[in-house]
């Protein structure tokens, strides 16, 4: 009987701590994310929207820790020709402007809540190899979202919001 009650007992220890380990922020992350919104917020407290107030997207964690993040605004300009590599000046900048893809790996620290990207690539080329930490603010088995406070050239912080794709 005493056997029994110490297997009963690490049984249940084991499904616990595998629980616990389950919920770990670097589990719950794991998966696909749909793109919500981008929101910079300014020194001034003024609001702004890269992307557009619906843009589309995707962000994806593995869980052996790589990531592909692809943020494009939905009003994106069409090239006229009909080809990706005969745009005009006008329509490559709309372009840029209005649209983001990184990729690379990532890890995550628990106690601090972040997530940390190594970009191994971008379509803004300044980024690869950079580590780019962003906090994790929301996090729940439906909603991603992450800060970075301090956006580039001083325009104050933006926070990436995500909906998971069921």
């Given at each position: 009987m005493?056997?029994?009650?110490?297997?009963?007992g690490?049984?249940?220890?084991?499904?616990?701590s595998?629980?616990?380990?389950a919920?770990?922020?670097?589990?719950?992350?794991?998966g696909t994310?749909?793109?919500?919104?981008a929101e910079?917020?300014?020194p001034?407290g003024?609001k702004?929207?890269?992307f557009g107030e619906?843009?589309?997207?995707?962000?994806v964690f593995?869980?052996?820790?790589?990531?592909a993040?692809?943020?494009?605004?939905?009003?994106?300009?069409?090239?006229?020709?009909?080809?990706?590599?005969?745009g005009t000046?006008?329509?490559?900048?709309?372009?840029?402007?209005?649209?983001?893809?990184?990729?690379?790996?990532?890890?995550?620290d628990?106690?601090?809540k972040t997530v940390?990207?190594?970009i191994?690539s971008s379509s803004?080329p300044n980024?690869?190899?950079?580590?780019?930490?962003?906090?994790?603010d929301?996090l729940t088995?439906?909603?991603?979202r992450?800060t970075?406070p301090?956006?580039?050239?001083?325009?104050?912080?933006a926070?990436?919001?995500y909906?998971?794709?069921?």
């Amino acid at each position: 009987m005493k056997i029994i009650r110490i297997a009963v007992g690490a049984l249940a220890l084991a499904l616990a701590s595998g629980g616990a380990a389950a919920q770990s922020l670097g589990n719950q992350i794991v998966g696909t994310w749909d793109f919500v919104v981008a929101e910079v917020t300014a020194p001034d407290g003024k609001k702004s929207y890269p992307f557009g107030e619906t843009p589309k997207g995707i962000l994806v964690f593995t869980a052996d820790g790589h990531f592909a993040q692809i943020h494009v605004a939905s009003d994106v300009p069409k090239i006229a020709s009909n080809n990706r590599l005969t745009g005009t000046a006008d329509e490559y900048q709309a372009i840029m402007r209005r649209s983001l893809s990184v990729f690379g790996t990532y890890t995550v620290d628990e106690a601090k809540k972040t997530v940390t990207y190594k970009i191994v690539s971008s379509s803004f080329p300044n980024w690869e190899g950079e580590a780019q930490t962003r906090v994790i603010d929301r996090l729940t088995a439906d909603e991603f979202r992450n800060t970075n406070p301090n956006v580039a050239g001083g325009r104050g912080s933006a926070a990436n919001l995500y909906k998971r794709v069921k």
